[in-house]
């Protein structure tokens, strides 16, 4: 008989573990084992046995002394199996390619995890001059255009456990208050599109929209473009794009409940 999610008890060693290696990529530097036992809060001796085993398996790896820890090159192995596997990366592969061949700028595929949007898919600006992305890279979702594109998927008092108030600030143009974030996302919602003006990095601007094949929806898709490079003309074809392109794909929907 399986247990109740009232007699349920975790694992503590695979918690340690998937704990380590969480931290690893959050914060993707050379750790030395004193840092990592305090940051985790873990005895040295149980963690360096734990990054001992890690390291055999390829999933940690150490500097020429053997004194500092970061990923190894096995956890690509899970991260690429994971987006080969997600029928959405599949299917908006297309969208993407559409919308950078037509601005040339920095295109998006997001997905909300808690208060967090990760990149699950992009395309390269053309331009010299680019926003600096990373797939698997995650960003505050109230500070992103692709971020306000999802939370403004749900209602009011979901937005409010999904996020933690008050809300970081990384620009200047950031919003952080709960009632000012609020009136942004109803604004969202009526406007079918969500912008960040400077909010994530300054002198970026993103434009976005909620991918419709779930509901709420889970994905979103967002052009990036330099204020510099950015006119009002420009604005106006890249909201139209997301709409033609995003906003089509209703009837995709099917195909993937199917």
């Known amino acids: 008989m399986s247990a109740t999610p009232e007699e349920f008890q975790p694992v503590k060693s695979a918690g340690r573990t998937l704990d380590l290696l969480e931290l690893l990529a959050d914060q993707p530097r ?10 985790l809060g873990i005895p040295k001796s149980s ?12 999933w940690v790896r150490t500097d020429e002394t053997g004194t500092r820890y970061r990923l190894g090159l096995r956890a690509l192995r899970i991260g690429a199996a994971y987006l080969d596997g997600d029928d959405q990366v599949d299917l908006l ?14 295109v998006h595929l997001g997905r909300l995890d808690g208060d967090q949007v990760i990149y699950l898919a992009k395309r ?14 995650r960003l505050p979702a109230h500070a992103t255009a692709l971020g ?31 009632d000012a974030l609020h009136a942004v996302l109803a604004a969202v919602r009526t406007a079918g599109h969500a912008v960040d003006r400077e909010e994530n990095a300054e002198g970026i601007m993103c434009f976005a929209m909620a991918v419709p094949l779930a509901t709420p929806a889970v994905d979103a898709v967002s052009v990036s473009v330099p204020v510099s490079r950015l006119r009002p003309d420009l604005e106006v074809a890249i909201v139209a794009a997301l709409r033609e392109t995003v906003g089509g794909l209703t009837q995709a929907r099917s195909m993937l409940i199917a």
């Open 47 to 58: 963690l360096h046995g734990l990054l001992r085993t890690l390291t055999s398996r390829g």
């Open 30 to 39: 050379p750790w030395a084992l004193g840092d990592l036992a305090r940051a």
């Open 93 to 106: 592969a297309g969208v993407l390619d559409e919308l950078s061949r037509r601005f040339g700028e920095a």
């Open 124 to 137: 390269e600006s053309v331009h010299r001059l680019r926003l600096y992305s990373a797939i698997g890279r």
């Open 148 to 178: 306000k594109a999802l939370l403004a998927e749900h209602p009011e008092h979901a937005v409010d456990r999904i996020l933690t108030f008050p809300l970081p600030r990384l620009t200047p143009h950031t919003v952080t208050d709960r």
